[in-house]
């Protein structure tokens, strides 16, 4: 059973840093994506960044690029997140897809059907 499980959310200034950790257990596939979601209140669910185990570099969205950092080891997924901003306040998720041999080439961003989600953890970006 596939199950992974979000920590490391929190309270934080502007400018401030976390990193959020994403444990996968039973996360045996050779071919498989890898992404961070946020929910922000009133707004859709937005993807911050992903990687494919493809190539194995991280996509990132136009507004964390240069401030968060996607990072995997072993059965480890981190998001490192500097200079926070109160937008970026919201419940991160990470979610988890077994892709077929033929599907590694589609960059990750551009994937939906994301099989295994975590449940979450917040953070709060205010002084």
């Known amino acids: 059973q596939v199950q992974l499980v979000e920590s490391g959310g929190g309270q934080v200034q502007p400018g401030g840093a976390l990193r959020l950790s994403c444990a996968l257990s039973?996360?045996?596939?050779?071919?498989?994506?890898i992404v961070w979601f946020r929910q922000i209140p009133g707004k859709e669910h937005e993807e911050v960044s992903c990687?494919?185990?493809?190539?194995?570099r991280p996509w990132y969205a136009d507004f964390v690029r240069g401030r968060f950092t996607f990072s995997k080891d072993k059965n480890m997924v981190y998001l490192q997140m500097r200079s926070l901003e109160a937008d970026d306040s919201g419940v991160y998720y990470c979610?988890?897809?077994?892709?077929?041999?033929?599907?590694?080439?589609?960059?990750?961003?551009?994937?939906?059907?994301?099989?295994?989600w975590g449940k979450g953890t917040p953070v709060t970006v205010s002084r």
């Open positions: 979610a988890a897809e077994q892709l077929a041999y033929g599907d590694q080439s589609i960059p990750c961003q551009l994937l939906f059907d994301w099989d295994y």
């Open positions: 039973g996360f045996t596939f050779r071919h498989y994506a």
């Open positions: 990687i494919s185990s493809g190539d194995g």
